[in-house]
């Protein structure tokens, strides 16, 4: 039999994390998941999504110990720019940026690909003696709807540290600045499509894919280059109805699914396991006891579900294929960008907390 303090079911970045915090914190952790992790970029079944932690995130993941090992491949995030490219032609014909000076000295967040943070999640866990991790063997799982497909590319034009969603139907197509590939500008893209059409693009040879790549990004970086294999990903909203069992508590995507809009999904997960560790600070003999697990129900439950429907909006506005729809969704923007207080209260949202000074 195994003592420990704390058992993570599952081992992705958020269990990773999760792992690295608790046992930051000096409690024992075994975590343990079904599948070995794929820590290099180009090797079958790597995750190339990346994620963008957001400025509240950061402080966390410092206490985690693993800010050190995350910052030096971090890309700052200064400008989100949102384009509106919803017109009868594929082009740019509205573009707002939000800069993060407007509301903080620090950038919005900071992107790093999914695969280095698993490798360097195990890093840190490596450091912890008292934190386990344990692999299994593998499992299989299908599912259909809204689909993303996630990759790299590069191109000639600098990014400037933006981050650029342009929006015409089927979904957000996203570029978050990496740091340089080869010597040159680099992004990772999340291209969000209904199934069929996100098939239709992934099976595409790469030079008709990097062409309708142009077309969808309103041409806005020049040519796109495709730098990585392309990843294909269900797109899910999705809640659960509690967070809490017995001696048991939901974080991550086991509590929520969100579409990758805004960078929210990983960022929810942050602010699950920053309320469990400090009522598990707090009472540190009292771990899984059904008031702390109350506790933790209370302080997330609400917050998740608003963000998940917040987000799922969102994303609805951007799949709109009618004409009519894509013009209203434009003077909507037009109409709440041009009023500096809701632009500020409207990216402090974004960032799930106050933004730091
Ligand atoms: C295209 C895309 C882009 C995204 N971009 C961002 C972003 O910029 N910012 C952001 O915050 N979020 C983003 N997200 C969301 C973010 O990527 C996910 O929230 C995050 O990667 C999920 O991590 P996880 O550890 O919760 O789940 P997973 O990565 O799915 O890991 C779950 C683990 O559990 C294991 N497992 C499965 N079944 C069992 C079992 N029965 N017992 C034990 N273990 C089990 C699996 O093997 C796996 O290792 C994005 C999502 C997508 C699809």
Not at 57 to 79: E, K, V
Not at 287 to 316: F, S
Request: glycine share 8%; charged share 20%; proline share 6%.
């Amino acid at each position: 039999m195994i003592d420990t303090d704390i058992l993570i079911s599952g081992g992705g970045i958020a269990g990773l994390i999760a792992a690295s915090a608790f046992g930051a914190a000096g409690f024992s952790v075994l975590c343990v998941d079904p599948s070995a992790p794929v820590t290099t970029r180009d090797a079958e079944g790597s995750d190339l999504r990346s994620t963008a932690f957001l400025q509240p995130s950061r402080d966390f993941l410092d206490q985690a110990g693993l800010w050190r090992h995350f910052a030096p491949h971090a890309m700052p995030l200064q400008i989100m720019r949102i384009v509106d490219a919803g017109g009868i032609e594929a082009v740019a014909r509205s573009a707002h940026d939000f800069n993060s000076s407007d509301i903080s000295d620090l950038p919005f967040g900071w992107n790093l690909p999914n695969w280095l943070l698993r490798r360097e999640g195990l890093a840190r866990i490596a450091e912890l003696d008292h934190v386990t991790f344990r692999a299994g063997v593998g499992t299989k799982s299908s599912l259909t709807r809204q689909k993303a497909l996630a990759f790299a590319v590069s191109h000639d034009h600098p990014h400037d540290n933006i981050s650029t969603e342009v929006h015409r139907s089927g979904g957000p197509f996203t570029l978050v600045p990496l740091p340089d590939y080869e010597g040159k500008p680099s992004s990772a893209v999340v291209w969000m499509e209904r199934g069929p059409e996100a098939e239709r693009l992934y099976a595409l040879p790469q030079s008709a894919f990097e062409d309708e790549m142009r077309t969808r990004s309103a041409d806005l970086y020049g040519p796109l280059r495709l730098i990585s294999q392309r990843t294909i990903w269900p797109i899910i909203s999705q809640v659960a109805h509690r967070l809490t069992g017995e001696r048991l508590a939901l974080v991550a995507e086991a509590a929520h699914v969100v579409p990758p809009i805004g960078a929210q999904g990983l960022n929810m997960s942050l602010a699950d396991m920053a309320s469990l560790l400090d009522l598990a600070k707090a009472a540190p003999d009292r771990l899984g006891e059904a008031a702390m697990l109350q506790k933790y129900e209370r302080a997330r439950h609400a917050e998740i579900a608003a963000r998940v429907a917040g987000v799922d909006a969102l994303n609805r506005a951007s799949m709109a294929n009618d004409q009519g729809l894509r013009d209203l969704r434009m003077k909507a923007l037009n109409s709440f960008y041009s009023v500096k207080p809701v632009r500020q209260i409207l990216m402090r949202a974004g960032l799930g907390a106050r933004a730091a000074r």
